[in-house]
């Protein structure tokens, strides 16, 4: 088992990094540690870089620190890559290059080996920050690191609804939630609210998406074009291809939108009929079983076409 306050010990500069486009559990994971480390290293200063993470998540304590510039730094003694390997961090894998000591935590199976000096990934646990949880000490954490952790848990189950879910995941969410923040607010906030401009955006993505594979599979897409019209952010568009998995008889859900002329971003979720790790992987991605993403080339038909045989031959 990684000791993570063994690890830091003595350690003056940490750094803290995820995945590119960092979602709730990301961002709960990153800020979670910090909060921790922060607390238990004596004399060590901890950052997060990180792309700029979606406002929803800006009653995290920390939020506002977060380094999203990437400036030129000296060595760090200890770097973190969470919920990712290292290839996934964006502007911050340079860090890792010259860092004293890496470590990587994780929990999806295309990342099963790590991709740091100290690797340990879980793959059969629901969320980066259940990991994390696993890895605290209880008698060290507080309220603000609980609730970091929760959003994160909250996130990557989607509410506990996923099969990620365990009684273990459980178990866990409940011994956060005696720490006494408003976990129902959190929810809320984070996970269902969306604005106007959301819910516009997702509305035409619903009114407009195409069913295939005699319905088992349905596809939504967002150009360029309309990101720009409605002023739209990738994060604007979270939660989209879960509204298309929710269509009765739809066993495996494609959303993507433009990123460029020549590149989509795919999104898939999927009942327990298909494994969508396992065509992401196809395609250099990754993700959980239910729930995975990568980027493809070449147009949104062109994408869907390369897409369907991988999805069809696992339909029951």
């Not at 740091?116 to 008698?139: F, T």
């Not at 939108?257 to 999927?270: A, M, P, V």
């Not at 995975?292 to 069809?312: N, Q, R, S, W, Y």
């Amino acid at each position: 088992m990684l000791d993570l306050l063994k690890e830091c010990r003595g350690a003056k500069k940490i750094g803290i990094s995820g995945h590119i486009r960092p979602d709730g559990d990301c961002v709960g994971a990153c800020l979670a540690l910090q909060m921790y480390l922060q607390k238990n290293v004596e004399g060590a200063s901890v950052t997060v870089y990180l792309e700029q993470p979606a406002d929803i998540f800006k009653d995290i304590k920390g939020f506002g620190e977060i380094n999203s510039v990437f400036p030129q730094e000296p060595s760090f003694d200890v770097y973190f890559a969470l919920d990712c390997g290292r290839e996934r961090t964006g502007e911050a894998s340079k860090y890792f290059d010259e860092a004293k000591k890496t470590i990587n935590i994780d929990h999806h199976k295309s990342n099963e080996s790590g991709t740091c000096m100290l690797n340990h990934v879980r793959p059969e646990v629901g969320s980066a920050c259940e990991v994390l949880y696993d890895l605290m000490e209880q008698d060290k954490l507080d309220a603000d690191i609980a609730m970091a952790l929760y959003v994160g848990m909250v996130h990557d189950t989607g509410v506990f609804q996923y099969t990620n879910t365990t009684p273990d995941t459980m178990r866990k969410a409940a011994e956060l939630m005696e720490y006494g923040f408003p976990f129902s607010k959190i929810i809320e906030e984070t996970f269902y609210q969306k604005t106007l401009m959301q819910t516009r955006i997702c509305g035409k993505v619903m009114a407009e998406c195409t069913p295939v594979l005699g319905g088992r599979c349905v596809t939504g897409f967002v150009d360029g074009d309309t990101l720009q019209a409605y002023g739209a952010k990738p994060h604007d568009l979270d939660g989209i291809v879960n509204k298309l998995r929710n269509i009765t008889g739809v066993s495996c859900a494609i959303f993507a939108y433009q990123l460029n002329e020549e590149e989509c971003k795919i999104s898939l979720r999927s009942d327990e009929c298909v494994d969508v790790a396992r065509i992401a992987e196809c395609f250099d991605g990754g993700g959980h079983a239910r729930a995975a993403g990568f980027t493809m080339k070449g147009t949104f038909e062109e994408c869907v076409d390369k897409l369907l045989p991988h999805i069809e031959e696992q339909l029951c």
